[in-house]
């Protein structure tokens, strides 16, 4: 059975940092790029960051950049997502989902179960 499985969401002050992780198990995980949504209340959802299979080449949305890091332990088969500089604007639940390619939307066949990132100001 594919799952993905989120960890490390939580309440953090503006300013602060959190680390999310994303754990696969029952597909071959290197083979996969993994990405990184969220959707806020009242908001579609839409990718975030992405690190891609192979030379793990990294995407992020303009208004991460410079704030999140996306990284993966294959040994693991764990994605990271370093969120630092945290803003109200970052508060959403936050998905991770693999495919084969992070810039095919449409391909992101399975997904986690999500992990709640509340930012106060």
């Known amino acids: 059975e594919v799952q993905l499985v989120e960890s490390g969401g939580g309440l953090v002050q503006a300013g602060g940092s959190l680390r999310l992780s994303c754990v696969g198990s029952?597909?071959?995980?290197?083979?996969?790029?993994i990405g990184w949504f969220r959707q806020a209340p009242g908001k579609e959802r839409g990718q975030v960051s992405c690190i891609s299979n192979g030379d793990a080449t990294t995407y992020y949305i303009e208004s991460v950049k410079g704030r999140f890091t996306i990284s993966r332990d294959n040994a693991k088969n764990t994605v990271y997502l370093q969120m630092d500089r945290l803003n109200a604007e970052d508060t959403a639940v936050y998905y991770c989902a693999a495919s084969s390619f992070c810039l095919d939307l449409g391909d992101f066949n399975y997904w986690g179960q999500g992990t709640q990132v509340t930012v106060s100001s």
């Open positions: 029952g597909f071959t995980f290197d083979d996969y790029a």
